[in-house]
């Protein structure tokens, strides 16, 4: 498996993004033209449009919110222990002035990283893309979604 880093780390779902998006897409423009170059059956082409449309868009909301809701959960607490055992502090009090774009993006330091970039973070209210940038060390995620 490749050395996961910043310029590396979005993962692609190969049927999702690369089969099934691309042949609803094609079916949606297919559809698309042929209810303005069969002007006699357009309600029903355009009805099949808006269908594919539908599919694409749920089969994307679907995926993403129930899969990412709970990896979102993991990762707060996953981050919440590698804090405490490397501060034996509780991270919940520096928690909640971050987002959890920030606390994601955190996750990916190294422990040796961790403590002083989580406070870098609340004190410059860093970006999660520039946490991300401030990692030297960079641990992969090769686990999510």
Known sequence: MKKQEY?????WYVPQHFIFYPVVLA??????????THPEVQMEW????????LL????????QHYGLI????T????????YFILTQQRLEPIEQQLSFGQLSALRFASDEELPALVQRAVAEKLSPTDIKKAIKNWEGDYMRV
Do not use: D, K
């Open 75 to 82: 990762v707060r607490l996953e981050l919440r222990l590698r």
């Open 7 to 11: 310029s590396n780390h979005i993962q």
């Open 46 to 53: 355009l009805a099949i449009t808006g269908i594919f449309l």
């Open 70 to 73: 709970n990896q979102n959960r």
């Open 56 to 63: 694409a868009w749920l089969s994307f909301m679907m995926r």
């Open 27 to 36: 079916a949606s423009i297919y559809s698309g033209r042929r209810a303005f």
